[in-house]
């Protein structure tokens, strides 16, 4: 479930020569994504129609493998928090006693807890 709601929040910032994607977390605002992936055939544009179609079918076999990283890479900082419904990072994810929640709601609702992970842990783009 978790992928599947990073996916719909995925930015896809890629270009012809780079895949590149992130998420924003819901509360603080941080960016996380992956690494930049190059593509394989970047430095060798097609010549010919023939050409033309291997290397958009190649771009785009590229473009999922690179996407289903981003997505599985984002999966792992990101958290689900079931009173707002929105996804935040690892560092605005509070486990509770009772439920785990981001730490806005977590104030309001005058709950304690511990981030997932405390201290912001971006993958620079």
């Keep these: 479930m978790l992928r599947k709601l990073v996916e719909a929040i995925l930015e896809n910032l890629s ?3 780079v895949f590149l ?7 603080c605002g941080s960016e996380y994504g992956n690494r ?3 593509f394989s055939k970047a430095e ?12 958009d079918a190649i771009y785009e076999q590229e473009f999922y493998a690179a996407k289903q990283v981003a997505i599985r890479n984002a999966a792992e900082q990101m958290n ?3 009173i707002c419904k929105r996804l935040v990072c690892n560092q605005c994810f509070l486990i509770c006693d009772d439920l785990d929640m ?3 709601c977590a ?5 304690q807890g511990n ?4 201290g912001i842990v971006e993958v620079a783009m």
């Design 115 to 118: 981030p997932v992970l405390p």
């Design 21 to 27: 994607f992130r998420v924003i977390c819901g509360s």
């Design 80 to 82: 689900y928090c079931p």
């Design 15 to 17: 270009s012809k020569e």
């Design 36 to 38: 930049p992936i190059r």
């Design 44 to 55: 060798a544009p097609p010549t010919t129609h023939s050409k033309q179609i291997i290397y």
């Design 107 to 111: 104030t309001e609702l005058e709950q």
């Design 102 to 104: 981001c730490t806005q």
